[in-house]
């Protein structure tokens, strides 16, 4: 019998243990770099990776154990001999995130892995891949035809082409025009490369689109003389139908993939084309545990595999703008809309200019000359989408006489009014209650909401237009399975006259009827203290003033409402004229001289703890500890301070800035400076411990 042979594991080891390698362990047959194991850690079984050697190409299982008598490595419990190993190419993708974004090797791998495929045996594994010649679905009878291509479309697709043929993975940054036939060129591209016998990635950034984009796809893919498979990964599907759709794209039977961020891990054989819809979208960006950025990571991937990636959006992010400017995207450019159709024409009201006598201690939601225009397009039976991105009915409840609000006893954050069940419920956390019948604090009964959501405004547009069949879609009205597509669906049958919703509607979606958009409240971006928060509310007003007059027979008459009390601010008047160039250049420009991103790099420290004091003292203790790190220099830690929400379920929050104009050096330093934070951390007892802790970089939120 011969020796066993020390093979490198990869592991989901708990944070606290500050394990961000793979462990040693021992196996009596040689396994592949990607081989999925069982193995012991502690007490447990647990799933692992066969991981590749740092600084060998060889074999993983090609040497020996450590020559330690006094080390005994455990050995390997379980090999899963029905799943073909992942590539190296994976492991390297998932390594670099789990380098770049401060996390273990093993947490990353697992996370990005389906439950299911954690916790089945090799022979459940095997039954599971059986059944998927089986479940493959069978070709659908009729095929859309391809759309005519505009001069616009040609010449992107001519350039893309010729790029891809010069370098082979270039990234393509696709600016173009709301309603200007984007998904037409990803459809294209994609014909182009599974005609090639490759694979094809689409992420998209919110679960809601990606029906509307797998039916656009199944449609021109799923049907002809050689029908390709297509399959969905995101988070809304359940346990076995996310195993079954991943295993579909990593055995080669799905030609195109379609999901949300957790996509871009999706092992694929063939890959060679990727696509990222929508790629200023905040939603690329995961906000707990491996805080990573799909689209970035979209990048990465191609230059890894040696593919295309193309970036399309009306409002690229001003990173992606930039790195376009700099030479190192190439940008493609669609300004016109399919049919020569017009873009919406921007009307701004001024909010301060509302007669006297119909002001009041609250604004009105509606100016009348908005709801004028809502009255007309009903009359010619056309459909309207008015947007407010706060859901509920009410913000806060107050008490006139003693001053009482709906503040939730465990955040620092008030409790929203939701009127359809008369609760109070926190959006942070989650607590709710009843509507009191009185003033908890006083027994007043004339307490009054104030400020407004979606719930008030659908019910105040029922007052003010009887006759319109008005709809809400929000995260209240859509969290019933089906609910979101069968709304949609009402909206695309003509069943809906009003629109009422968040920003859930606001982007992505092709509704042909609507031909005026209004923002009702959009001003609370303005002056925020996020330096981002400028550029999230002009991309997301010019993606709502996207959704009006998509039909070329109907954008003459297309318009786009703002209501606002600062009606000269720069961003309107950029918005006016379309000219997402002239705005990003007057940002980047701020930027500049603020040394903000992308002229500079950032990173958050955020610490959770039952005390401010235990939390902000964490953070001072790692600021201390950093000053004597060699690794520091060039890099600026700024003093804890608490976010806009600083308590969320009884936990107290604290976050710290970490900034630097070298991406290198901020790498170096964060990666000298993680072991110290672990042991700080697990340093802390009784009142001073933490709760949690986390490294976030490139914060998209600060």
């Keep these: 019998m011969s020796d066993p042979m020390c093979t490198r594991v990869a592991v989901d080891a708990p944070q606290h243990s500050a394990i961000a390698g793979p462990l040693d362990y021992t196996s009596e047959q040689m396994l592949a770099y990607g081989t999925l194991v069982r193995v012991p850690l502690g007490r447990r079984e647990v799933p692992g990776v066969v991981w590749p050697a740092d600084d060998s190409t060889s074999p993983a299982t090609a040497t020996a154990p450590p020559d330690d008598r006094a080390l005994v490595l455990r050995a390997v419990q379980q090999v899963l001999h029905s799943v073909p190993p992942l590539s190296a190419r994976w492991c390297e993708l998932v390594g670099f995130a789990a380098a770049y974004y401060q996390r273990g090797i093993g947490e990353v791998a697992m996370s990005v892995l389906p439950p299911e495929l954690r916790k089945l045996g090799d022979a459940q594994l095997q039954r599971r891949i059986a059944r998927l010649h089986k479940d493959i679905e069978p070709p659908r009878p009729k095929a859309s035809a391809p759309l005519a291509l505009s001069p616009e479309q040609v010449h992107a697709l001519t350039q893309f082409t010729a790029l891809a043929d010069a370098c082979g993975d270039p990234v393509v940054l696709l600016h173009g025009a709301t309603g200007s036939g984007k998904t037409e060129v990803y459809l294209r591209a994609a014909e182009q490369v599974l005609a090639s016998g490759r694979q094809v990635l689409v992420l998209v950034p919110e679960i809601n689109l990606t029906p509307q984009l797998e039916a656009r796809f199944g449609e021109r893919f799923g049907a002809g003389p050689t029908p390709r498979r297509i399959v969905s990964l995101h988070s809304g599907l359940t346990p076995a139908q996310r195993l079954r759709h991943w295993l579909a794209a990593h055995l080669g039977h799905a030609d195109l993939v379609l999901g949300t961020r957790l996509a871009i891990f999706a092992s694929m054989p063939r890959l060679g084309l990727i696509v990222v819809d929508e790629e200023h979208d905040p939603s690329y960006k995961q906000q707990e545990g491996a805080r990573y950025s799909a689209r970035d990571l979209a990048v990465y991937r191609g230059r890894l595999e040696g593919v295309p990636v193309i970036l399309g959006s009306a409002t690229p992010s001003l990173e992606s703008w930039q790195r376009a400017e700099e030479g190192r995207y190439a940008r493609l450019a669609m300004a016109s809309r399919i049919g020569d159709g017009a873009l919406p024409q921007v009307r701004i009201v001024d909010m301060n200019k509302l007669e006297r006598g119909k002001r009041s201690s609250e604004p009105q939601a509606l100016s009348p000359q908005l709801v004028a225009a809502l009255r007309e397009r009903i009359a010619r039976g056309e459909q309207s989408l008015v947007f407010l991105n706060r859901r509920g009915y009410a913000p806060v409840l107050h008490c006139s006489a003693c001053g009482w609000k709906s503040a939730c006893p465990h955040c620092s954050a008030w409790r929203v009014f939701h009127k359809l069940d008369r609760s109070l419920r926190c959006h942070h956390c989650g607590f709710a209650q009843a509507v009191p019948r009185a003033c908890p604090d006083c027994g007043n009964t004339d307490i009054a909401s104030i400020g407004r959501g979606t719930e008030?405004?659908?019910?105040?547009?029922?007052?003010?237009?009887?006759?319109?069949?008005?709809?809400?879609?929000?995260?209240?009205?859509?969290?019933?399975?089906?609910?979101?597509?069968?709304?949609?669906?009402?909206?695309?049958?003509?069943?809906?006259?009003?629109?009422?919703?968040?920003?859930?509607?606001?982007?992505?979606?092709?509704?042909?009827?609507?031909?005026?958009?209004?923002?009702?409240?959009?001003?609370?971006?303005?002056?925020?203290?996020?330096?981002?928060?400028?550029?999230?509310?002009?991309?997301?007003?010019?993606?709502?003033?996207?959704?009006?007059?998509?039909?070329?027979?109907h954008a003459g008459r297309a318009e786009m409402w703002v209501q606002t009390w600062h009606p000269r601010h720069a961003l309107y008047a950029a918005l006016r004229s379309h000219d997402f160039a002239a705005f990003a250049a007057s940002q980047l420009k701020e930027r500049e001289m603020a040394g903000l991103p992308p002229f500079s790099h950032l990173a958050l420290l955020r610490a959770d703890a039952r005390s401010a004091k235990a939390a902000r003292d964490f953070l001072q203790a790692a600021a201390d500890a950093a000053t004597e790190l060699a690794a520091a220099a060039g890099v600026t830690i700024y003093s804890p301070v608490p976010p806009g929400v600083a308590r969320v379920a009884n936990v107290e929050r604290m976050q710290m800035l970490v900034e630097s104009p070298s991406r290198v050096a901020l790498q170096r330093m964060l990666g000298n400076w993680l072991p110290m934070l672990h042991a700080l951390r697990n340093a802390r007892r009784g009142d001073d411990r933490i709760l949690r802790w986390a490294v976030d970089v490139d914060p998209l939120t600060i």
Excluded: Y
């Design 456 to 553: 008030r405004l659908e019910e105040q547009l029922a007052l003010l237009l009887p006759e319109a069949r008005i709809a809400r879609i929000d995260a209240d009205s859509t969290r019933l399975k089906g609910a979101l597509e069968a709304q949609l669906g009402a909206v695309h049958a003509g069943e809906v006259d009003v629109l009422v919703g968040t920003q859930m509607i606001a982007k992505g979606h092709d509704f042909r009827r609507i031909t005026l958009v209004a923002a009702v409240n959009p001003d609370s971006a303005l002056f925020s203290s996020d330096f981002r928060a400028p550029e999230r509310l002009f991309a997301l007003l010019m993606q709502a003033a996207g959704r009006a007059g998509r039909d070329a027979q």
